[in-house]
Structures are given as structure tokens and as C-alpha cells.
């Protein structure tokens, strides 16, 4: 089977998107398939291209082309951005010779019309990998009005390419009833987790942890938010109850990662004149397991309205590292979900910073309750959650699809 892979990141990139699609593309290749991946020469959110044209990285061929001009600097940057991605990307896929199956991320947004069109042009089957919904997202975080032209535009285009998909694959229950809304058939969609791999994650003992180390954590209970501070993230409640537990000699606030909304919760934190927190960048994937082990307990966080949209993929990296994680967000969205099922966390609402801090006080008072709901969480990710699950998964939904064991696309389905 021959598979492409297009994502606008992708390996030695560190955001999740990439992440995932490299484990991918290696496990494809560990069982023998000749695997392609097509990305941007920039790494996420940064001017400029840094990364070479073209390299093989066991086994897995990578083809970059363009570069991010001007990085995430407004919405208009980001849509040329975008824009001469997809021309450079369908260019380059064109030119390859015939495969099987193109896996269609969504990074950027609608790059799965290109592989409908490689689909047109080629023959090429496409497999249409929801990682976020758009214009969703935007529409619920207030950047776009829900009924202007501009948004009923891309909400038509996004239906396109989901109803012409051979496949759909959604990461979790509460996405699935959303794209089943857009008029996807049942049959087109396959529901895979995201992962992390309890090989690759390990948990590492406090005492050994560099990174406590560095920070003089000492035996305060050390609160981790890591990775993606996006526009669908709940920053507000997690300021308020960082600035209630202030005063609390125990507990010591990490914020690790970038993005757009990072900035913004260390501005409210300062502006509360607090300093029970630390910060630091996104860390390379090889110091991953020490980096999340070196918490004691996990955040992650979703605005309300966001459920189905996207789906935080920290979760699973928090099960592998044997920790605990408290969730600000709507109870029924996949992540509360699976906390609440797997006992392994606690879950608050959004806007209640005062329940927030009590879900903090709760492992801080009570270490062993905190290390039974890790260990419970690390069992779960083993036998349900893991990279090996989601990934046998995924290989034999590709297979099935190269094969062509699908239902042909139904764009007439509720219109």
C-alpha cells in the first residue's frame, strides 16, 4: 500500500498535529508500506523556512515545499499562508507517482480538497483526519459571525469535503455526532482516538526529574498546563484559580507550550500580581516523558460550546506519564467523558475558578489519591487508549480503504 500523508506539519515539528502524523506514518512502514508525507518547510507558527526540501527519516519520505511568509501574525497573513500551501502541495502531490490512499489532515483548513482533487486527477482514495472542525471553531470562539456569507461559504466547503471523503475518522464520541450532523453517512465514519505511547512516555521518578530540579520545585505539588494555549482554550478559569491558591505555600503553577492564549493567561497573572507559576517553551519530543512526569497533576481545558470541535490530545499523554488531570470544561465532552469513566481526574466547569482551586487543593491534601488516579489513568491508556490500539486501527481502516472496501461517498446524504 502506498500512502500519502499531508498535514502542513509534520516531523521534527513538536505541535500534536505532527506528532501524530509522524507515529503514523512510522507504524506504516513498520508493516511495509511505502509512506509519503507532504508538510511545510516552516516549523508551526515561525517565519521562514528552516527544514530541507526533501529527506528520508526512517524510511518515511518527506517532501516540503514553501514556507510560511508571515508566520500567525493576523488572519490575512495566515489565509496566504495557507492558501500558497495548498497550491505548492497539490503541485507536488500531482507529480508523485500513484498511491493508494492520502490522508487529509486539518492544517491547514480544507487541505482535504486537495485530496479530493489528487482523487479526480490520480485516482488516489482519500481518508479525511478531523482533528478540529472549521469554520466551527472560529464561530464559537466569536472570530466569525455563525450566519454571515463568509462563514455559510466555509461551512459548505468543509460539508464537500467530508461528504466526498472515503472516510472520516474523528477523534471522539461528541465529534462524531457533529460531523454525522453535517450530513456525513454512519458508514463513512470511523471514530479513532488520539494517543500516546506507554513505551515512549514512562513515568520518572520525582527524584530523578531534571526538570524539578531545574525549576526548585522541591515537594510543592507541581500543576502542569503543557502544550497548545489556543482560541478554544479556557484560560480565565484557570488564571482565577491560580490567583485564589496564591497564597498557598504547597502548590506551584507550570504553563509550558505557545500559542495565542498563553500570552493572555500570563498577562492576567500578572496583572493579580501573583508569582506562584513558572513558564517555559514547547520541549522536544525526546524530553516529553520527563516533562510531564515532572508534574504532579495535569490541566487541560475547553470552552464551553467547544465539545466536538476539537479534542484536547494532552489527555493521553497525561495517562501515559501516570498522572492525574483536572479537566475545565462541559461534562460531556469526550475528555470529561473518559476522565469521569476512567476515574483517573477530576472535571470542573468553566467559569467556577473557585471549584477549580478546590480540584487542586483536593491532590494537594492528598498525594496517594492523586497517585491512585495516575496509576489508574496509565492502566486505561494500556489497555484502551494507547498508540498500539489506535494505530492497529488506523492501518487496517487504510487498508480497507486501499483495498476499496468503502461505501462510495454520498454527497446527497441530509443536505
Not at 508523485?96 to 492544517?107: A, E, G, I, N, Q
Not at 478531523?130 to 464559537?140: F, G, I, Q, S, T
Not at 487508549?385 to 494505530?391: I, N, V, Y
Request: charged fraction near 20%.
Amino acid at each position: 500500500m502506498r500512502v500519502i500523508i499531508l498535514n502542513q506539519c509534520f516531523y521534527p515539528d513538536v505541535v500534536a498535529t505532527a506528532q501524530h502524523g509522524w507515529d503514523l506514518a512510522r507504524h506504516l512502514r513498520s508493516k511495509g508500506h511505502d509512506v509519503t508525507a507532504i508538510a511545510s518547510r516552516s516549523i508551526y507558527g515561525e517565519k521562514g523556512a528552516t527544514l530541507p526540501r526533501a529527506e528520508i527519516v526512517e524510511g518515511v519520505r518527506i517532501l516540503r515545499v514553501g514556507a510560511s511568509v508571515f508566520g500567525k501574525s493576523s488572519i490575512l497573513a495566515r489565509i496566504f499562508d495557507f492558501a500558497l500551501f495548498y497550491i505548492l502541495a497539490l503541485g507536488t502531490a500531482v507529480t508523485l507517482p500513484k498511491h493508494d490512499v492520502c490522508v487529509c489532515f486539518t492544517t491547514p483548513p480544507f487541505i482535504a480538497l486537495v485530496g479530493w482533487l489528487l482523487r479526480l486527477i490520480r485516482g488516489t482514495r482519500y481518508v479525511y483526519w478531523v482533528m478540529d472542525l472549521y469554520p466551527d471553531l472560529p464561530v464559537a470562539c466569536g472570530v466569525m459571525r455563525e450566519r454571515s456569507l463568509v462563514t455559510r461559504f466555509f461551512e459548505q466547503l468543509n460539508r464537500f469535503c467530508l461528504r466526498r471523503a472515503d472516510r472520516v475518522v474523528v477523534l471522539g464520541r461528541c465529534m462524531d455526532e457533529r460531523v454525522l450532523n453535517k450530513g456525513v453517512p454512519p458508514s463513512s465514519i470511523t471514530r479513532i482516538n488520539v494517543w500516546s505511547d506507554q513505551e515512549e512516555i514512562r513515568p520518572v521518578p520525582t527524584a530523578e526529574n531534571k526538570f524539578r530540579a531545574e525549576w526548585k520545585v522541591g515537594d510543592r505539588l507541581l500543576v502542569m498546563y503543557s502544550g497548545n494555549f489556543g482560541i478554544g482554550h479556557d484560560v480565565e478559569t484557570i488564571a482565577d484559580g491560580v490567583i485564589r491558591l496564591a497564597t498557598d505555600g504547597r502548590i506551584l503553577f507550570a504553563f509550558v507550550g505557545g500559542g495565542k492564549r498563553k500570552s493572555e493567561l500570563i498577562a492576567l497573572l500578572k496583572a493579580a500580581g501573583v508569582s506562584n507559576y513558572i513558564e517555559g517553551p514547547y520541549q522536544p519530543r525526546e524530553r516529553l516523558d520527563e516533562l510531564l512526569s515532572a508534574a504532579d497533576v495535569h490541566l487541560a481545558s475547553l470552552k464551553n460550546g467547544i465539545e466536538g470541535i476539537m479534542v484536547p490530545s494532552k489527555l493521553y499523554g497525561v495517562l501515559a506519564a501516570s498522572r492525574p488531570i483536572v479537566f475545565i470544561g462541559a461534562r460531556h465532552g469526550e475528555v470529561a467523558r473518559v476522565i469521569q469513566e476512567e476515574q483517573c481526574g477530576l472535571v470542573v466547569n468553566c467559569g467556577d475558578g473557585a471549584a477549580f482551586a478546590d480540584a487542586i487543593t483536593v491532590f494537594a491534601t492528598d498525594r496517594a489519591e492523586a497517585e491512585r488516579c495516575g496509576a489508574r489513568g496509565r492502566g486505561a491508556l494500556i489497555n484502551t487508549w494507547g498508540a498500539s490500539h489506535a494505530l492497529a486501527k488506523w492501518t487496517t481502516l487504510l487498508e480497507e480503504v486501499a483495498a476499496g472496501h468503502v461505501q462510495a461517498p454520498n454527497p446527497q446524504t441530509h443536505p
